[in-house]
């Protein structure tokens, strides 16, 4: 269905349907709402928080709004927590992840993922 300016809205353009996405940063503003469109238009969500009641709070929500998001709490600054959120995901997803949004604030130089 189009709008009044002829534009169909964007999820009946597209949709994300069997992909997966990890989101960083996820329980707060922007990355609050990108899990929630990535999620709304059929991706399998993960998200991560330094904070577990955040967190908790947030996977309570979506869950009631029928959107498929799971989630863990970790630090992003710290290597050996990136690590483990990657192999947690890969497990999760099989080794399938299609999106990455790393929205965590990391004031230190930190990649999410060493590329070689």
């Known amino acids: 269905m189009a709008t009044a300016n002829g534009h169909s809205p964007p999820a009946s353009r597209w949709s994300l349907h069997g992909m997966t996405a990890l989101v960083t940063g996820g329980t707060r503003g922007i990355g609050s709402a990108t899990v929630e469109e990535l999620a709304g238009l059929g991706a399998k969500v993960h998200t991560c928080s330094r904070n577990e009641s955040e967190l908790n709070d947030c996977l309570q929500q979506w869950k009631a709004?029928?959107?498929?998001?799971?989630?863990?709490?970790?630090?992003?600054?710290?290597?050996?927590?990136?690590?483990?959120?990657?192999?947690?995901?890969?497990?999760?997803?099989?080794?399938?992840?299609?999106?990455?949004?790393?929205?965590?604030?990391?004031?230190?130089s930190n990649a999410l993922v060493k590329l070689n």
């Open 65 to 108: 709004k029928g959107l498929s998001v799971s989630g863990s709490v970790c630090d992003v600054s710290s290597a050996s927590e990136r690590e483990k959120l990657v192999h947690e995901v890969a497990s999760l997803y099989n080794g399938a992840l299609n999106i990455l949004v790393s929205l965590s604030l990391v004031l230190a």
